[in-house]
């Protein structure tokens, strides 16, 4: 690399430039000289400059032994080193950009990294009983969460807007919260979309239990026999129907992405979630128009 002049040259004027940009001179628009520009080799650098963009540094590449499914080294000339795993590479693949994508590339080069083969390695690893035992284990986590949504749903500051709106926007969310994630983050964890109803069956039913448990002991301590038997059967149908309703709503991405050879997208269930947000809220309106029956 050619080094730095000590002195800094003169500009065909004679206006000796200053440090940062020159705008003192006759021109106040100059670009900086060249040798202002000190480039750098640092993978952390915070560099905006083109010559920054990983495709354009000087580095070596090479697999480290002993990686699930492998990984990178990329050696800089200044020698330090960062290490990119496969899903890293797979998470910010170019294949993936609409340009690149299969969906307009009919020659897509078929050892690229692309998400989607990230996700048919992992799926290819995971095994059918491991994603039973993640399966069980939300179904487990369903109630801790259930009781955060009863604890809300119990909150009734806000009125009428908390209990049509706020409440049931909140409870399915939240008793589809790990599932979801699951989707987005770990698709490969389930392998078949049954198990994803079986979670959304699972939130409402845990939800369900929980939300009778504090209305029936705690807000009403003295229930009648009417309103015990309608919240442990029409109550307990209504969660269980929204959550399957918006768990459908999560297997409709799931099937998207097999489709479409892409990254899961909730938009492609919003409608089924937004119809369970709507039917719990309509009935939540009607209970409390209906209130005195009780």
Sequence with gaps: MAEYPDEKPQRPDGHQPANGPDIDGPNPFAVPMSYQVVPTDDLR?????????????????????GDTPGAIEASSASGKNAIL?????????????????????????????????????????TSAI???WVTCGIVLLAGPLAILGALF??????????????????????KLAIPLWVIEKRPWLFSQGGQVLVCAFAGGM????????????????NPSERLVVWRWTVCVLLHVSCSIIAGTG????????????????????AGWIVAAIVLHGSYNLAAVLLNDLF
């Design 153 to 174: 749903n119990g909150y009734s500051g806000n009125g009428l807007v908390m209990v049509v709106l706020m409440g049931p926007t909140v409870e399915e969310i939240l």
């Design 206 to 221: 845990a939800f369900a239990v929980i939300e009778n448990w504090v209305y029936l002991n705690i807000y009403i301590p």
């Design 45 to 65: 650098s915070r560099d905006q400059s083109v010559t920054a963009e990983p495709w354009l540094q000087p580095k070596a590449f090479m697999p480290l032994a």
């Design 250 to 269: 999560l297997i409709r991405v799931r099937q998207q992405m097999h489709a479409t050879r892409s990254r899961p997208q909730l938009i492609h269930g």
């Design 85 to 125: 795993t496969v899903a890293d590479l797979a998470e910010h693949s170019v294949w993936d950009e609409p340009t690149t994508s299969s969906s307009l590339v009919s020659d897509q080069d078929p050892n690229a990294i692309t998400w989607y083969g990230y996700y048919l390695f992992k799926a290819s690893q």
């Design 130 to 132: 491991r994603t039973w």
